[in-house]
């Protein structure tokens, strides 16, 4: 798809797999009807980026020129434009639209920006209707957890004051603390610390909360809290009055700075009393549905970020996850698997409710769970997934997976995440064309004609809420070639289609924008396999797939992921692969496919794929960042990279292979949730003895240095930040490279190994076996 | 003071700890007051007066025999008790000419005064002596206990009789004076001139009574005011030196210092006492007479006939007559001031209590004070026919704390150390002085249930020759009628609770705007002082409007934190620990915070008040531990738990219910608070309730709640946030200083034959023999009434033990054991002189309050009148059968029954204008009230205050009261009527503006405030005021509302709605109701 890439100016740097529009295909030619889209056997699918960062962005200070409803698609160039008649032909539906009065200057030497060929993505920023209002403050309402050991509270205080101190000035910040019962702090009140007190072991709907909180009656002047809860399209105007209640609970950062800080200071351990053989009682869920009906009566509309520090599972009232009595484990996946999760049902049915009312106030959940423990991510997964939420898990509030992340949200600077708020993201397609969903971090808004019969993830819908998002954010459409009688009539030969990306959203200075991307594809006849083999993304492929069977995993039960794959993997090969049929031997695979059974391999032994390895809260957390992130950093998480490093020779690529542990060599393995700086045997015992504290061997110490300073890039640039890992061979922490390697000499093939080399103890199938069953299966 | 140990750990004594204080202080510096180390302040002065002149009293008329005595009142001897003669023919005039006017003069002043103790007793004596019938039973009277005293007082007496006989009706009690010796002329006369002549007979005795001595025992007040001469208990709020300090010690720590049990009196009161004791010896037998018909009479089956009028047997007459009956001589109360010796058994049998309201001093030698448990009556009917007969109640009122007289001896402490108190083995009465030691004392008989126990061998004592055990007088749980046991693990089902304060504050619009918001805080913070010391009392806040602020006052040194419950209609705490912290610990951070709530709330728009939803809050606070919940609530509970909608305007609007149904809305609303009040009474949650509001909040339905937890409702309506502060903090200072208990359990036995019918009162009933008290003071009194099972033998004693089991302040686990033990009679005539009015109309009223929400006013009010006539009727016809038909005979014993059922008919609680939470207020009140107060609410004490300065001479403190009637207030008069809750002043519009520029400080009627802050100026009609209403503050444990009432404007009618023996557009005046129940008797007759 490089060749799509329209880049001003033409001088990229480093070249950009996902180019200016961020959108990748897994078939970058589409088959022309249904029948030969399913023998593709990977769905027809694109990734979109929808507001990655790009320097060479167009932005338009002006509004959008859309074709008439109900197409209502944004003027793009591939309009053909009749500048004489000043007259513009959608590409989606074909209809005529004269070019407003404002249009009048245009002609072929003096186009507007959105008709630059290479402009298929720009940035419309009209402004805004009241110029005087400045843009609504973004709200930070922090949820800490007391539950907490005094050491981790410490850890989290500590993290809170750090992020109070980078807040912008006119953000508006709350506090909600619980543990037993829910604390909500009124900020404004001057007069002494005044806490609301919510129960946990009741649910309460949001009109209660409302009600207990005196916002019931005041609310009326909001919009917001009148009437059934209900989407509204960016912020509201009046959305924040000053004199009203919204200043009770949420204060600019910089009026309540010194007012949380000593909040911070008298914060203790929940006080509650644990009885011996139990946990402590957290209500997590009911912190959670007053954060939101807090903020549904006061900013319901506005950027709002929940930011949720949870350090332990739910065990009392909505979204328990497990019995208070330490004898009844947290579920495992087995028990999922089994449906012997007594509490796991309710909970999913509770946060998908807070899911719901939170997406129709505009706001956000943000995860950070930090314990030895689960904590529900798996249950929560649905609030933060749909609300576009961000979701950290670490071992302790103090580990440096949480401390730096927690502390990314808040800096505005280049590693800035770019938070947005309030997207809405509407597709247009070409006729024959139906979306069936999306997988991501988004929500359906049911609304729309284009949906396929058939839904995968968020689906009925061609309109989609993303009440969070950031530049790296990443979803999946699925769509659906479905042509109709008359199309199919070679009466009408487009050989393009095209596809638009209308994405509103307020930026992360308040500022409401309207990105559009409109990209097209060539049709290709189904029977020709070359013209699909040209136009296939193997990596593209490979994200989508774990990403669909991920979901399928999620949603269907007793569903085999592996034999899944494997059979996809077979059906792929039969019908893309050269071969002559029953003889393995001939079998080969086009360039465009032939990294992709090793994708496979890898994710089949993948955290994906192999969920039983984990607790269902880690699973949870990697297929939300499986989700939401590009294909890039995706099929990293699905085959971790390995650099070598060496003496002598310069950091280079090493295979995924247990045969790349070498006792001289350092490698870095990159597998995305983690980084591992793997000492060889001879290193480690060099550096034990100091050498590279001597001057004359600096290159050692340069060689040493070398991976640390590869993995603190990678670090830098990711959220959340990766767990990074040094270790020595032998070493126990080793096996963090160990369980990713290809197992290509086990404790069965020891006597094969290599001096300095390691073996690792499987019974998994190596590479090597998996691709000549793969073969043989496949030219049969 | 050893607050640690304190009142009763010092063992014997536990005085009653409020108030003695002052009294003693008073009397001499004495140790308590010295050990409280709270200066002793002007209320020191008022108490001296009083209690000097009790003793002193007694002294100079021991000194002075009958003679000046009798002069003086004369009056007071005339008319007794009974009859109001209606005029029959001949009846008519006469009595009431001769006597009236030297009745009228002389009653106020002279008899009061007069009245002492000796002269009266002894009168009434003999006088029983005498009428008895001809026959037999003069003599047999003599030889009783009265022989010797009787007699000689006999001759004194029959002059009393005289002057009756010469008008018959009227007799001698106004003629008085002169009455002394014309006696028994008279009564010849009366004799042959009338059928009342046997009247006169019986009348002697009556007369007797309305001489002094009857009229002393129902009125006398003085005795109430010793107990409290501590006034300090009511400091006047802040400034006031004088009441604040010390109360609060004192209560409790006093008890301490009792020490020495007699001790500490001693030093005050020794002086006086002994001069009372001294002279007792002589008094001694008389007091118990002089009060009344009782003592006298205890053997006689005396002749039943008392007083009675003459009264024409025309019908038609009749009615024409009331007008004639004046009104000066029909029965009225006479107060006394003099302070009597009462020992509660003499020669083995039970001495008839003097009223409740009189200054009296209690001995007790096997009986128990009459303060802490009396009866209706002082004989007990062999058979419930013979109480059906005599339709009169059998009923108990106990008042288990009652405070002591401060000269009495304290009640001892008995520890039987490990295995507890010794019980009998079947009913699991208490060991007491009536339990029966047989077979050398190997075995004791049960007096309760005739059990043979045998004697544990640890307790084991040999029987002296009289058959007593040799060690009985060593023993209090042998001598004594009311002994304290230590109660051991056995008695408890956890470690005694601490004593936890948790203070509920409404801060609703309405209550901070008003000012009750501040009031509270104010009261509540300067209260504090108060608590009993120590690292076992707790304390805790919170605050409420719509939603429910709890305060964290755990975080030392740092500022409160405030933690809302917004969840009114299921609440919860916020927190596990630091809602209720040590009072020490959190001292200054709490007085900080009640600084700061009027501020904090200052500009609340909030005017919903989520009470029901703040109490259980509170409750559940307090669950761990149990605990007082002082709630300070302003407007109708309108949301959350157990919230109420304005039925008084409902009610109004609903005309077409009417009168029928509006008793309903006294009522409580739902059931909700009721099942909450079990649950608190449950976990030993009292709840006590200052109503501190300017509209309706429904007491009908939240007084459940106290009353079903054994606290009580304090109403101040229209709240003044001038006025009323004041009566606020003393109100709660008293509140939580007085001598109290918590998680009580009480239980009354009874001999065989009689059986517990019903308890009444502010408790919580969860099994039929026992009531639970979480909280118990000494102010609460709870009847009991009685049926019979069996039949008594005639000459049988039936006990009566009420135990009680409780935690002191202090955290100890006590029971208190109170017996009574009485003689059982077949006689109705003993049962009529022994009948205790007091206790009966206490009685009456306590009736008439628990049908006031189930039956229409008009219902009730009939029912009170009918149960009077009932008994007169039974009276009549049963022992004074011989007396004419035409009169009306009262039994002396109860001739202000008439009076006291008149004045409740006319009550606030059975008045047709009353408000409604007046009415429920009162009812509230009257469930729990003390006897000594019963009589006081619905007959007020009047006295006129114009004239302060005109008689110096006056060794009472308090001027004499005058009638509740119209006719005894003048224009240029100024006048002050308390009942133990309110104290009105009234103006009249010729008021002197001297006089009302030395009480007031302003010069005319005109420029009187509104609402009334009694200020002491430097003068004497202002000092004398000021001391008069501390005292009777004193008496009755209550600082008074005191309000201005001015003639001519709703307050003046409001003052004038006491004046009960007035005729009222809806009620008779007291002689047309006289008539009213004469005629009714009559009816019955025929």
């Known amino acids: 798809m490089s060749d799509d890439i329209a880049v001003g100016g033409g001088a990229t740097p480093t070249p950009d797999p996902d180019g200016l529009d961020g959108v990748r295909m897994t078939w970058n030619s589409w088959p022309r009807s249904k029948v030969e889209a399913s023998k593709c056997v990977i769905p027809v699918a694109a990734s979109i980026a929808p507001i990655r960062a790009s320097p060479f962005l167009v932005v338009l200070p002006y509004a959008p020129l859309r074709c008439k409803p109900p197409c209502g698609a944004v003027l793009n160039p591939f309009a053909r434009v009749d500048f004489f008649a000043k007259i513009w032909i959608c590409p989606f539906c074909f209809s005529r639209n004269h070019f407003p009065p404002h249009y009048a200057g245009i002609n072929e030497t003096n186009v507007p920006g959105e008709l630059y060929s290479q402009c298929t993505t720009v940035e419309y920023a009209p402004p805004p209707l009241d110029a005087a209002a400045p843009p609504p403050p973004p709200v930070f309402l922090f949820v800490l957890d007391t539950c907490l050991i005094e050491e981790e509270l410490g850890y989290v205080k500590s993290a809170m004051r750090r992020a109070i101190g980078l807040l912008p000035d006119h953000a508006l910040v709350g506090l909600i603390t619980f543990g037993t019962q829910v604390h909500l702090h009124e900020l404004g009140f001057a007069d002494m610390s005044k806490i609301y007190v919510f129960r946990g072991t009741k649910e309460i709907s949001k009109e209660q909360i409302l009600d207990h909180l005196g916002l019931s009656s005041a609310g009326v002047r909001h919009g917001a809290v009148t009437g059934a809860p209900r989407y509204t399209k960016g912020p509201q105007p009046n959305g924040l009055h000053p004199s009203t209640s919204v200043y009770r609970f949420l204060l600019p950062a910089s009026d309540c700075d010194y007012t949380l800080n000593s909040l911070l200071d008298e914060l203790q351990s929940d006080r509650w009393p644990v009885e011996a053989g139990n946990r402590a009682l957290r209500c997590t869920g009911v912190a959670l549905s007053v954060a939101a009906g807090l903020l549904g009566a006061c900013v319901a509309g506005t950027g709002v970020r929940i930011i949720a520090l949870v350090g332990g599972p739910c065990t009392v009232g909505p979204g328990m996850i497990v019995s208070k009595d330490l004898s009844e484990p947290v579920r495992s996946q087995k028990d999922l698997d089994k449906d012997a999760a007594p509490h796991f049902h309710k909970a999913i049915k509770f946060y998908d409710n807070l899911a719901k009312q939170l997406v129709n106030q505009g706001h956000v959940l943000d995860l950070f769970a930090s314990a030895l423990d689960q904590v529900g991510v798996a249950e929560m997964k649905v609030a933060v997934e749909r609300t576009g939420g961000l979701v950290v898990l670490a ?117 409401m924008r309207l990105r559009v991307t409109t990209i097209t594809r060539r049709w290709v006849d189904g029977s020709n396999t070359e013209e699909l083999v040209e136009g296939f993304d193997q990596e593209t492929a490979a994200v989508v797939l774990a990403r669909y069977v991920s979901l399928k995993m999620e949603m269907e039960k007793e569903f085999d992921a592996t034999r899944w794959l494997d059979r996809s993997l077979i059906r792929l090969c039969s019908r893309f692969g050269n071969y002559r049929k029953e003889d393995p031997a001939s079998f080969t695979l086009h360039p465009n496919f032939s990294i992709l059974p090793q994708f496979m391999f890898n994710l089949r032994r993948s955290q994906f794929i192999q969920v039983s390895n984990n607790s269902p809260d880690e699973t949870a957390y990697f297929q939300m960042l499986l989700n939401r992130e590009s294909i890039t950093n995706s099929v990293v998480m699905i085959q971790p990279s390995l650099l070598s490093y060496s003496f002598n020779s310069p950091p280079a690529p090493a295979l995924l292979d247990v045969a790349s542990i070498s006792a001289d060599h350092i490698l870095l393995l990159d597998a995305y949730f983690s980084i591992v700086i793997f000492h060889g045997m001879t290193i480690a015992q060099w550096r034990n003895m100091g050498y590279q504290n001597q001057p004359e061997h600096q290159a050692f110490s340069q060689l040493l240095q070398a991976p640390q300073d590869d993995a603190q890039m990678i670090i830098r640039d990711r959220f959340p930040v990766p767990r990074l890992v040094i270790c020595d061979q032998h070493g126990s922490q080793a096996r963090f490279l160990l369980v990713k390697l290809n197992p290509s000499s086990t404790y069965n093939s020891a006597h094969e190994v290599v001096p300095g080399g390691d073996v690792i103890f499987t019974d998994d199938v190596s590479l090597q076996v998996f691709s000549e069953h793969l073969q043989r299966l496949a030219v049969q | ?151 000689s007082q006999q001759f004194g007496r029959p002059p009393i009789s005289h002057p009756l006989s010469g008008s018959p009706t009227s007799q001698p009690p106004f003629g008085g004076p002169p009455t002394l010796q014309p006696p028994f002329a008279g009564s010849h006369p009366a004799l042959a001139g009338l059928p009342t002549t046997q009247l006169p007979f019986n009348r002697p005795p009556t007369s007797q009574q309305f001489g002094g001595p009857p009229t002393q025992q129902t009125f006398t007040r003085p005795p109430v005011s010793q107990p409290y001469m501590g006034s300090q208990p009511y400091a006047g709020r ?89 009104p000066n001589q029909i029965p009225r109360p006479l107060p006394s001031s003099s302070v009597t010796l ?47 007969t005599s339709s009169m109640p059998l009923a108990l009122m106990v008042q288990p704390l009652a405070l002591p007289h401060p000269s009495e001896e304290p009640i001892q402490i008995v520890d039987f150390g490990e295995s ?40 084991y004592c040999n029987l002296g020759p009289d058959g007593r055990r040799r060690d009985a007088d060593e023993r209090p749980e042998l001598c004594r009628g009311t002994v304290e046991f230590v109660a051991t693990r056995e008695y408890m089902v956890r470690d005694p609770m601490p004593a936890v304060f948790f203070f509920l504050i409404d801060v609703s619009m309405n209550a901070v705007q008003t000012g009750a918001t501040a009031a509270a805080c104010s009261a509540i913070s300067q209260s504090l002082a108060d608590l009993p010391d120590g690292p076992r009392t707790m304390v805790g806040i919170a605050t409420f409007d719509c939603t429910i602020h709890f305060y964290n006052l755990g975080r030392a040194s740092q500022q409160p934190l405030m933690l809302i419950v917004p969840d009114v209609h299921d609440v919860y705490t916020p927190l596990h620990t630091d809602i209720i912290v040590q009072l020490a610990e959190c001292r200054q951070s709490l007085e900080q915070l009640l600084e700061n709530i009027p501020n904090i709330f200052e500009n609340n728009k909030v005017a919903e008040s989520a009470f029901g939803a703040a109490i259980k809050a509170g409750f559940l606070a307090l669950k761990p531990t149990g605990g007082k919940l002082l709630v300070f609530q302003s407007v109708l509970p309108s949301v959350g738990i157990g919230s109420l909608s304005s039925r008084e305007a409902e009610g109004r609007t609903n005309v077409s219910s009417g009168d029928k149904e509006a008793h309903k809305l006294l009522q409580p609303a739902d059931k909700t608070l009721k099942a909450m009040a079990g649950e608190f009474a449950e976990y030993q949650v009292c709840v006590d309730m200052f109503i501190t509001t300017q509209s309706y909040v429904d007491i009908a339905s939240i007084s459940v709640v106290p009353g079903t937890t054994g606290g009580q409702v304090y109403y101040y309506y229209p709240f003044s946030a001038l006025s009323d502060p004041g009566k606020l903090y003393n109100d709660l200072r008293w509140n939580i200083s007085r001598p109290q208990g918590f998680e009580a359990v009480m239980r009354v036995r009874c001999s065989q034959g009689l059986q517990v019918q019903e308890y009444s009162g502010n408790f919580c009933k969860r099994i039929p023999t026992d009531i639970d008290l979480p909280g118990i003071d000494c102010d609460k009194t709870i009847m009991v009434t009685f049926k019979h099972d069996d039949k008594f033998q005639e000459n049988s004693e039936c006990g009566i033990q009420c135990a009680l089991l409780y935690t002191t302040v202090y955290g100890q686990r006590r029971i208190r054991v109170i017996n009574l033990s009485l003689p059982c009679t077949s006689m109705l005539s003993n049962l009529f002189r022994s009948a205790d009015l007091d206790t009966q109309f206490a009685c009456f009223l306590k009736q008439a309050a628990s049908m006031i929400p189930v039956s229409s006013l008009s219902q009730v009010r009939e029912h009170i009148t009918n149960l009077c006539i009932n008994i007169l009727h039974a009276y009549r016809k049963y022992c004074a059968t011989v007396s004419s038909s035409g009169q009306l005979i009262l039994p002396e014993a109860l001739k202000l029954l008439p009076l006291y059922t008149l004045a409740l008919a006319k009550s606030i609680g059975l008045r047709n204008d009353g408000r409604l939470d007046d009415r429920s207020y009162w009812v509230s009140l009257v469930t729990s009230l003390p006897i000594s107060l019963a009589i006081p609410l619905v007959y007020p004490r009047m006295i006129p205050i114009h004239n302060l300065t005109a008689k110096e001479d006056d060794e009472s403190l308090l001027p004499a009261s005058i009638p509740l009637s119209s006719e005894h207030i003048s224009d240029d008069g100024i006048y002050l009527l308390e009942n133990g809750e309110d104290g009105l002043i009234y103006i009249g519009n010729m008021a002197n503006p001297e006089m009302l520029q030395q009480i ?54 409001h003052f004038m709605s006491y004046m009960v023996e007035d005729k009222t557009p809806g009620g008779l005046s007291y002689v047309e109701f006289l008539v009213h129940v004469h005629r009714q008797i009559q009816t019955k007759m025929a």
């Open chain 2, 1 to 151: 003071m050893a607050s640690s140990s304190p009142p009763f750990a010092s063992g014997p004594p536990r005085p009653r700890p409020g108030f003695a204080p002052s009294a003693n202080a008073n009397v001499a510096g004495a140790p308590q007051i010295s050990q409280i180390g709270r200066p002793v302040p002007s209320s020191a002065a008022p108490s001296a007066p009083l209690q000097p002149s009790p003793f002193s009293a007694p002294l100079p008329a021991s000194s002075r025999p009958g003679h000046p005595q009798f002069a003086s009142r004369p009056p007071a001897a005339a008319f007794p008790q009974g009859l109001v003669a209606s005029n029959g023919p001949q009846g008519l005039a006469a009595p009431r000419i001769p006597p009236p006017t030297h009745a009228q003069p002389t009653p106020p002043v002279g008899a009061p005064a007069s009245i002492r103790a000796p002269s009266p007793s002894a009168a009434s004596s003999q006088a029983q002596a005498v009428r008895p019938f001809p026959g037999s039973p003069p003599a047999a009277a003599a030889s009783r206990p009265f022989t010797s005293p009787p007699s």
């Open chain 2, 238 to 326: 802040p400034s006031p030196p004088s009441y604040v300090g010390p109360p609060s010690s004192q209560p409790f720590p006093g008890p301490p210092t009792m020490g020495a049990p007699s001790g500490t009196p001693a030093p005050a009161w020794p002086s006086q006492p002994r001069q009372v004791l001294p002279s007792m010896p002589g008094n001694m037998q008389a007091p118990p007479r002089m009060f009344g018909m009782p003592p006298g009479t205890p053997g006689h089956t005396m002749p039943p006939v008392p007083p009675a009028m003459g009264n024409s047997p025309l019908a038609g007459s009749q009615i024409s007559t009331p007008s004639k009956i004046d």
């Open chain 2, 342 to 388: 009462f020992e509660t058994r003499q020669g083995n049998q039970a001495n008839v209590p003097p009223p409740a309201t009189s200054n009296f001093v209690v001995k007790d030698n096997g009986n128990c004070s009459p303060r802490l448990m009396r009866c209706t009556m002082n004989q007990i009917p062999c058979t419930g026919d013979l109480l059906s």
């Open chain 1, 395 to 511: 071992e302790s509030f103090g580990h440096p997976v949480f401390k730096h992340s927690f502390k990314r949200i808040f800096e505005d600077d280049e590693q800035s995440l770019g938070l947005a708020f309030n997207g809405t993201l509407d597709i247009n397609c070409s006729k024959d064309i139906k979306i069936q969903g999306i997988i991501g971090p988004c929500t359906s808004l049911d609304k729309g004609s284009l949906c396929a019969d058939s839904v995968v993830g968020q689906g009925n819908t061609t309109s989609w809420k993303m009440c969070g998002l950031d530049r790296t954010t990443c979803l999946t459409v699925f769509f659906d070639i479905s042509p109709s009688e008359r199309s199919s009539q070679p009466g009408i030969p487009n050989p393009q289609l095209y596809i638009q990306f209308l994405m509103h959203y307020q930026n992360p200075k308040g500022q």
């Open chain 2, 420 to 459: 507890g108190p010794i019980r009998c083995s079947r009913c699991k009465g208490y060991i007491n002085p009536f339990m029966k030691f047989i077979d050398h004392g190997r075995r004791f008989i049960c007096n309760l249930c005739g059990f043979t126990n045998d004697t544990p061998r640890d307790y």
């Open chain 2, 1000 to 1053: 007031f400080g302003v010069p005319s009627v005109d420029g009187l405030p509104s609402q009334l802050v009694l200020e002491q100026f430097d003068n004497d009609v202002s000092k004398k005021l000021n001391d008069i209403v501390n005292e009777i503050r004193k008496q009755r444990c209550s600082y008074l509302r005191l309000r201005l009432c001015r003639k001519g404007d709703p307050s003046g009618m």
